[in-house]
């Protein structure tokens, strides 16, 4: 299989999650906006990158991952070229 991202390496779910990781289309529930009785939320999905450190995750001293969103730099250069662009018009 071809490496999507050069440097790195496409793994199984069976190893280990390490800082640095990227995963791809990570489900990630949304809290309302609103906290209410009724328990409301969204899932969507986002390709992530793993902040936590690899050592915690490893030793699994963590009950929560800290994650950041991923994004592709020509398609965020071409959203913020589109939005200069609109904004030039106005």
């Not at 069976?14 to 906290?35: N, R």
Request: charged share 30%.
């Amino acid at each position: 299989m071809a490496k999507e991202h050069p440097g790195y390496d496409i793994v199984n779910g069976s190893e280990d999650l390490t800082q640095g990781d990227f995963i791809k289309e990570c489900p990630i529930v949304v809290p309302p906006p609103e906290i209410s009785d009724e328990i409301d939320f969204e899932i969507m999905k986002n390709d992530v990158g793993v902040m936590s450190q690899s050592c915690d995750l490893v030793q699994r001293k963590l009950n929560l991952v800290l994650l950041c969103p991923v994004w592709q730099v020509n398609l965020r250069r071409e959203a913020i070229s589109s939005k200069v662009e609109k904004e030039k018009r106005c």
